[in-house]
């Protein structure tokens, strides 16, 4: 089952209302404004390769299950990351429950586990939760070091 929605995000510069879909080319702007929008979205086994493998952005995946506490801690940072680098990286969490796969593919021993993905390829990855600023700047030294 594939789990491709679009989610509606409030662009931080206009207020304006978008749809930014899990998966599609390019990068997601402001219908009104045309600044970057934040682009997070969920993936599983079965929409993997469309919403993180074929991203032209990279990609910061949250490998997360419902009944972890610092899975539920760490998500705001990470979609604060998100916001900060709207236009340059992509959000995308994986319930590890509902994607066994993945959870296989990556061997997820611990969550939450952070893959940060570039061109389908993984470039950086941690485990456990951290504040925003720390995360992005875990994304940003990865980002810079892959060239």
Known sequence: ????????????H???SNRVPAAAKGVPRCGKCHNPLPWVADADDD???EVVEQSTLPVIVDMWA?????????????????????GRVKLVKVNVDQAPKLAQRFTIQAVPTLILMKDGQVIA??????PAAALRRWVE???????
């Open 47 to 49: 929409s993997f390769a």
């Open 125 to 130: 990855r941690q485990a456990g939760a951290a």
């Open 1 to 12: 089952m594939k789990t491709m929605t679009s989610t509606v995000v409030q662009c931080k």
């Open 14 to 16: 206009c207020g304006a």
């Open 141 to 147: 030294d990865a980002l810079a070091k892959s060239g």
């Open 66 to 86: 419902v009944w972890c506490g610092p899975c539920r801690m760490v998500t705001p940072a990470l979609e604060t990351v998100a916001t900060e680098l709207a």
